[in-house]
């Protein structure tokens, strides 16, 4: 078990409607980063957070965001959610990206848009 | 756009058996390369990872061997066991992001 936690497990929202997803970092790591893995697929970078500042950012439009507040705890916002939203969030932590670039991953929640 | 290929899609293997998985990647600027695995319902786990520098790790049973010229690497899973039977996915870290292979459903039949 990694010390990444996130939250809610599960949720079901319907399409036009607005989701907040919250992760809370691994002790001693302050970089957060959001990934979104469809069924069958592997997970696809979102966007990383930093000192509280977004730090690289994936493919996705800017109804994709997020946060992170000074305990490194990170929040992922969708507006707009879309049918293929639908997908398992997972939020990864580590420590500062250079030397040490192990990611370790939360179980993810689970969105369903219907 | 696929930058890291993972081969094959499934594998079965029976008990005792060596699992090998495969990857390749395109962009040169990789510097750092893990293993997840993923068990239904949960989030991936760090299994082990290398660096370019080096052409062979190996942890317990599991052994990455890379070859940076052909910008190749396997995981070797030895004396498999069904509890080993998971979602395995390679991946390539560069700048602030991992990118990953679309995944292998490993089976071990008892």
């Known amino acids: 078990e990694t010390g990444v936690t996130q939250s809610p497990t599960h949720l079901i929202k319907t399409r036009g409607q607005q989701v907040t997803l919250r992760c809370s970092s691994q002790?001693?790591?302050?970089?957060v980063s959001w990934y979104q893995q469809a069924l069958g697929q592997g997970p696809q970078f979102i966007f990383q957070?930093?000192?509280?500042?977004?730090?690289g950012r994936g493919n996705f439009p800017p109804r994709f965001s997020g946060l992170q507040f000074p305990n490194y705890s990170s929040e992922l916002n969708v507006n707009a959610l879309e049918l293929d939203d639908s997908a398992l969030y997972l939020c990864?932590?580590?420590?500062?990206?250079?030397?040490?670039?192990?990611?370790?991953f939360g179980q993810g929640t689970r969105l369903t848009v219907v | 756009q696929q930058q890291v290929k993972q081969s094959p899609q499934s594998l079965i293997v029976q008990k005792g058996g060596i699992s090998i998985i495969n990857c390749a990647y395109e962009?040169?600027?990789?510097?750092?390369f893990p293993w997840y695995q993923q068990f239904p319902g949960k989030g991936p786990a760090l299994l082990i990872a290398?660096?370019?520098?080096?052409s062979e790790k190996k942890e317990g049973r599991f052994t990455i061997s890379f070859n940076k010229s052909a910008k190749q690497f396997s995981l070797h899973i030895m004396d498999s066991q069904p509890g080993d039977s998971a979602t395995y996915f390679c991946?390539?870290?560069?700048?602030?992001?991992?990118?990953f292979g679309e995944g292998t459903q490993l089976t071990v039949n008892p």
């Open positions: 990864a932590s580590s420590r500062p990206i250079v030397p040490n670039t192990e990611a370790f």
């Open positions: 991946a390539a870290f560069s700048g602030s992001r991992l990118t």
């Open positions: 290398i660096r370019p520098d080096v």
């Open positions: 002790s001693g790591h302050n970089t």
């Open positions: 962009n040169t600027a990789f510097d750092y």
């Open positions: 957070y930093y000192r509280e500042e977004e730090n």
